[in-house]
């Protein structure tokens, strides 16, 4: 007993022995990891519709961040950090568990990303004004965003109530289940971003997907598995690994993701420079953009409900004060008029 108490104390004592170097290393890795996910998040909001992003990639990166965070909270060096920070001092106590906020940030962050997916999906095509017919099939449906929705919240339950009652009943099986939890966020994280350069590479723009953390991301993938194996050395390569996998997977997907986003700017560039393209513009004598009486798909021309309501509308009043008998609605004709050629 007495043994415990001291391997504990010493434990305890290895904390307050802070490396400054290591310190501001964390530090950095905390502040980078926060800023990298803030341009995903801007994007997002400032589009209005979560369009481009894989809802399989959403589901992917939330349930592995989840699966690494609850694994760095069950590891036994980490709850004796914990447990330390009742005989330490505040200071000793944070740099000490940077490490467990290090994969706090990361799934904070994404898991904003889950939900801005879910608030900013298009749940119907007719509210948005870029929807063609024949590309209805290939947006990802209410049902697909409800699946993802399902299966995040189901993991992250059955994270929390697994944890729970071997916390309660079985306290010795927690090592084993952080392992678990281990190896379930590599393999998740393995595949995170096949279903994203898929879909990047079907629809051929980047959508809501944001460069500039791609940017800020991919090197510092390659960066944070450097560390590791300076630390780890080949002995480590499971650990280390995954973050070159991960960090190579992601630099393709923004090899793509510029490939197209110039492309998009040439094409613009170069339709500017034949002078501006005919469109509907005034063609119903209204000085708005708004679609006249022979306007087809007018959802395509409405922002909002109330708008497209405003369009039908307008249709209808147009087509009731038509007076061409081959415009009439309700079929060809007057019938008014007799059209008996027989008559004298």
């Known amino acids: 007993m007495e043994s415990l108490v001291q391997m504990r104390e010493d434990l305890c004592e290895n904390l307050r022995h802070v490396s400054v170097v290591n310190l501001i290393i964390s530090v ?28 399989y990639f959403v589901l992917l990166g939330t349930t592995s961040a989840t699966s690494a965070f609850a694994n760095i909270l069950l590891l036994p060096q980490s709850r004796q950090d914990v447990a330390c920070c009742k005989d330490i001092e505040t200071f000793h106590c944070v740099a000490g568990l940077l490490g467990i906020a290090q994969l706090a940030v990361q799934w904070a962050s994404f898991s904003f990303i889950f939900v801005l997916f879910l608030v900013f ?17 290939d947006k990802p449906r209410w049902q697909t965003a409800l699946l993802v929705a399902s299966l995040t919240i189901l993991h992250g339950l059955v994270v929390i109530i697994v944890t729970g009652v071997l ?23 393995a595949v995170q971003y096949i279903p994203q350069i898929w879909t990047t590479y079907h629809l051929k723009h980047v959508g809501s997907l944001s460069i500039p953390m791609m940017c800020i991301q991919t090197p510092g993938g390659f960066v944070f598995a450097g560390s590791l194996f300076a630390r780890l050395g080949w002995a480590g390569w499971s650990s280390w690994g995954i973050f070159i996998l991960t960090a190579v997977m992601q630099g393709s997907l923004l090899y793509m993701a510029i490939y197209y986003e110039i492309q998009a ?60 008998p081959l415009l009439k609605p309700g079929g060809i004709g007057d019938p008014h008029r007799n059209y008996d050629t027989n008559r004298g």
């Open 28 to 55: 950095l890795i905390v502040v980078g990891m926060l800023i990298s996910y803030l341009p995903q998040h801007v994007r997002i909001i400032q589009r209005g519709t979560s369009e481009g992003i894989s809802p």
């Open 121 to 137: 999906f298009r749940y119907n095509p007719a509210e948005d004004p870029d929807n063609e017919e024949d590309l209805d099939e």
């Open 167 to 189: 916390s309660t009943l079985a306290h010795d099986h927690l090592g084993a289940w952080a392992n678990i939890l281990g190896i379930m966020a590599a393999m998740l994280a």
């Open 265 to 324: 700017r040439n094409r613009s560039a170069l339709g500017s420079s034949h002078g501006p393209h005919p469109s509907h513009l005034f063609a119903n004598g209204f000085d708005d953009d708004t679609p006249g009486r022979f306007s087809s798909h007018p959802e395509h021309y409405a922002e909002t409900p109330e708008q497209l309501q405003t369009i039908l509308d307008r249709q209808e009043s147009d087509a009731a004060a038509e007076t061409a």
